[in-house]
């Protein structure tokens, strides 16, 4: 017991030296659920769900889940090699399994805490005993998942977009935005934790109703934790090491190459993120005030044909700034050592950026080659430009949140911010017009453009594009800036 306790301190205390991840634990929950949890409401609302006060209370779930899976899944990733060796020096498995357990669950703690505070300052909480164990439960829940994808997957990138994965079909196919009775959502992690915290009965729970479902997911969740951390602690994969290369413009693009999974998530993602739109859209119809030919005009639309148009750039914003966040975080000691050694900043300034720029491109061409599938723009090159605007503009955001912020923070961040903006600032269905903050927020240019061209059949937002460029040529200049103090300074 003493030896886990030392292992439980040691493992705390090395999370808690890096005050990012600590901060990010607190802050991130915090944003989300006093930021977004009204308009999330809303839009499950307008898309069939049930809004209200009950899906702001879920959102502190789902806050909690996201971080604690993002915070697990980098503690598998990390500890591999430390763990093996601590059990080939003869440390009991079951001890050190015990530790990590204990460690992600205050991980977890910490996170569940900073949302269920926010909440109760933001709304308050009808139900304290259900909301606090239900967020809990959320956050449990996906500690298993992200211990599952850290044992299964090694690439950071690919990981994270993974977990982004199961989290997005869990919030968007979940009962808050749907039907609680449709049978193919049923196995999503935190279905029944969702009804139970809602206090909206499933009826299909059977005997141990939904209480008793969740519980189980839970304890599963746990179990699983248990067995990926004990297997990782047995056995090491051997690193891979990388060739030389002729021009780091060749080398960034050959070690993206590799990353096969990652290019194949860049496809998957959106075109279930996409689909996802469709399907869960009430057919109704809906107005918007667009700019046609210099007056204002209101254009009216089928919501169920408009809604997956719309949703593209979400889906192609949040990978793009994933992808320039890990672009920085991998690559970061590799190009210290490479200006050391001689080669030019400016050459690898290229390499990187030119990865993330093939990023932004493979995720914009899934996007728009799905949309095209279920929505026809009114200018098809206008709105294909104005997704590739806003996927380079978040491409450079990530590298950005890549050199002042840590993995953990980081990748919530990645997809928090191109939610916020594009999501919910710039939507037309939750905002009649565009709020001062929206208009300040980078998506606005081109969100601008992409609307425009989506629904109308004349060009009238030059500004919106001059705007959106301006944003591209800052973001390049700022990134620039900071690529070439941060290996200089390495340098020096």
């Known amino acids: 017991m003493t030896?886990?306790?030392?292992?439980?301190?040691?493992?705390?205390?090395?999370?808690?030296?890096?005050?990012?991840?600590?901060?990010?634990?607190?802050?991130?929950?915090?944003?989300?659920?006093?930021?977004?949890?009204?308009?999330?409401?809303?839009?499950?609302?307008?898309?069939?769900?049930?809004?209200?006060?009950?899906?702001?209370?879920?959102?502190?779930?789902?806050?909690?889940?996201?971080?604690?899976?993002?915070?697990?899944?980098?503690?598998?990733r990390s500890a591999r090699a430390t763990d093996r060796r601590l059990v080939l020096a003869g440390l009991a498995p079951a001890r050190l399994v015990a530790a990590r357990l204990a460690t992600g669950l205050a991980l977890a703690v910490t996170a569940t805490a900073a949302a269920l505070v926010t909440l109760a300052a933001r709304t308050g909480i009808d139900a304290p005993g259900r909301t606090i164990a239900g967020t809990l439960m959320f956050a449990v829940i996906y500690l298993g998942i992200g211990a599952l994808v850290g044992a299964l997957v090694p690439g950071p990138v690919n990981g994270t977009v993974l977990v982004f994965f199961v989290w997005i079909l869990d919030v968007f196919l979940g009962p808050a935005f749907g039907s609680a009775d449709r049978v193919v959502t049923r196995p999503l992690p935190t279905h029944f934790a969702a009804l139970w915290m809602m206090d909206l009965p499933s009826r299909h729970g059977g005997r141990i109703g939904d209480l008793g479902w969740a519980l189980v997911w839970t304890a599963a969740a746990l179990t699983v934790s248990w067995t990926v951390v004990a297997a990782t602690s047995r056995a090491a994969r051997p690193r891979h090491r990388a060739g030389q290369l002729a021009t780091a413009l060749r080398m960034g693009l050959r070690e993206a190459g590799r990353n096969r999974v990652l290019w194949a998530l860049l496809i998957a993602v959106p075109t279930v993120f996409i689909l996802l739109a469709a399907v869960?859209?009430?057919?109704?119809?809906?107005?918007?005030?667009?700019?046609?030919?210099?007056?204002?005009?209101?254009?009216?639309?089928?919501?169920?044909?408009?809604?997956?148009?719309?949703?593209?750039?979400?889906?192609?914003?949040?990978?793009?700034?994933?992808?320039?966040?890990?672009?920085?975080?991998?690559?970061?000691?590799?190009?210290?050592?490479?200006?050391?050694?001689?080669?030019?900043?400016?050459?690898?300034?290229?390499?990187?950026?030119?990865?993330?720029?093939?990023?932004?491109?493979i995720a914009t061409a899934a996007s728009v080659a799905v949309t095209a599938a279920l929505f026809d723009a009114r200018q098809w090159g206008l709105y294909l430009v104005a997704n590739l605007l806003l996927g380079l503009t978040y491409g450079?955001?990530?590298?950005?949140?890549?050199?002042?912020?840590?993995?953990?923070?980081?990748?919530?961040?990645?997809?928090?911010?191109?939610?916020?903006?594009?999501?919910?600032?710039?939507?037309?269905?939750?905002?009649?017009?565009?709020?001062?903050?929206g208009r300040a927020l980078p998506g606005y240019g081109a969100s601008r453009v992409l609307y425009d061209a989506a629904l109308t059949a004349s060009f009238d937002e030059t500004g919106p594009l001059l705007i959106a460029l301006a944003w591209l040529a800052g973001l390049t200049f700022t990134a620039a800036l900071l690529f070439r103090r941060a290996v200089r300074t390495t340098a020096t």
């Open 396 to 437: 450079l955001i990530g590298v950005l949140i890549g050199s002042f912020v840590g993995r953990v923070g980081g990748v919530f961040i990645a997809f928090l911010v191109p939610f916020l903006d594009l999501g919910i600032e710039q939507s037309p269905m939750l905002n009649s017009e565009v709020s001062g903050l």
């Open 280 to 361: 869960t859209t009430p057919e109704e119809y809906q107005s918007m005030l667009l700019p046609e030919n210099g007056r204002r005009v209101a254009v009216r639309f089928w919501f169920p044909d408009a809604h997956p148009g719309f949703m593209a750039p979400v889906s192609i914003a949040s990978l793009a700034a994933l992808v320039g966040l890990f672009t920085v975080l991998q690559a970061r000691s590799g190009d210290q050592r490479l200006v050391l050694a001689g080669l030019r900043a400016r050459s690898l300034l290229v390499a990187r950026l030119s990865v993330v720029a093939l990023g932004a491109l």
């Open 3 to 76: 030896t886990t306790g030392l292992l439980i301190r040691r493992y705390v205390s090395e999370t808690a030296r890096n005050p990012v991840t600590v901060s990010m634990l607190v802050i991130v929950p915090v944003v989300f659920v006093a930021i977004a949890a009204q308009k999330i409401a809303d839009a499950a609302e307008l898309l069939g769900g049930q809004g209200g006060v009950e899906v702001e209370t879920v959102t502190a779930g789902w806050a909690a889940a996201f971080i604690s899976a993002i915070a697990m899944y980098f503690q598998i």
